[in-house]
């Protein structure tokens, strides 16, 4: 039996959503083996998606390694059409996909509305480059490919655009968690459909209804999931969970939480903390210590610290009322009567009485354009030859939190 050669070993796992997937040996098996990525097995991909969908439990370990397979599925298709693509390029690009995720911290968006003053797109470059310091230099093309700075721009687009492969993951394996049927979308379809022209992605002609149907399921899925007004609740419960435990530790009251929430938590935002020092903790921060961190804090002497952690710990979620305009002052100032009257005057009532927006965009035809090649060779923008609604203008919802007993 012909021996395979070491180029052609590959890990393999058993992935729910396409079954197996593999991870050649040498660059990206080491990144997958790396703590940075490994700590992705404990961040959840949908936040608190499951107080309304129970099997929404899958981590951003599972997307990014399905995100991957896509992008090594694209990898052959656009060669087969004649695409060039290197060995150097194809390791890169399939490197970038696999890391973009990798800035995200616990409980979806929360903690880059609190305690970290970092989008996770800007730390994900970070730990990229701190991984490239680390390997030599070994991804120095991906992160130019990530950072959009390579000359092949559809390298870029596949990784980040209005069709990566990012999207493409998250809207099938986050409709396969939940159970929403709404998001599924023909993913193996779209990828056979792509192609380069002039140096960016475009979309055979074939394969623009499945275009279509992937921004209805996109815009679709936001309503459904990602924006239901239940998880809206939860994860500003979070939010204002962890603002309230940062104003304690500010005071200089003692809080009984992990050691890289503590860093998080008491830290002196005026000052900037080297790079390094922030990833290392940052690179430690997971789902288990803000759920520890409730666990302890419902024992709290804190009235908001512990009122929101029992309501977490025990799906005792906040009311959302969902407006098409800005609430109403006087109806806020309502709210926050009967809040005095039931949590006493003492209470932090903006924890407890909030109000906010949220918006879903489904196709930003005002950014990079999604664009058809017809057999004639025209390229079109798909909003200028599709002939159904593609969302192209943001919705706006605005919404008041307070708790259900307040109704």
Known sequence: MKKESVSNKRKIFNDPVYGFVSVPLGLLLNLVDHPFFQRLRRIRQVGLAHYVYPGALHTRFHHALGALHLMQETIEVLRSKGVQITEAEAEAVCAAILLHDIGHGPYSHALEHTIVDYHHEQLSLLFMEELNRQLGGQLDLTIEIFADRYEKKFLHQLVSGQLDMDRMDYLNRDSFFTGVSEGVIGYDRIIK??????????VEEKGMYSIEKFLIARRLMYWQVYLHKTNVSAEHMVVHLLQRARELALQG???????????????????????????????????????????????????????????????????????????????????????TAQFGSAAQLEHLVFSGQESN??????????????????VLPIDECSDVPLYTHAVTKYFVCYPKELA
């Open 361 to 378: 965009l489904a196709y930003d035809d005002t950014q990079e354009q999604i664009k058809i090649l017809f057999k004639d060779g025209r």
């Open 253 to 339: 009251k003692p809080l009984e939480v992990s050691g890289p929430l503590r860093w998080f938590l008491y830290r002196n935002s005026a000052e900037q903390p080297p790079v390094q020092d922030l990833l290392a903790h940052f690179a430690r921060l997971d789902d288990v210590d803000i759920a520890a961190a409730t666990k302890t804090w419902r024992d709290s002497d804190d009235f908001v610290l512990s009122y929101l952690s029992k309501g977490l710990l025990d799906r005792k979620l906040f009311r959302l009322e969902w407006r098409s305009v800005p609430v109403e002052e006087d109806y806020l100032a309502s709210i926050r009567t009967r809040a």
């Open 193 to 202: 459909m792509l192609d380069v022209h002039q140096g960016e992605l475009v």
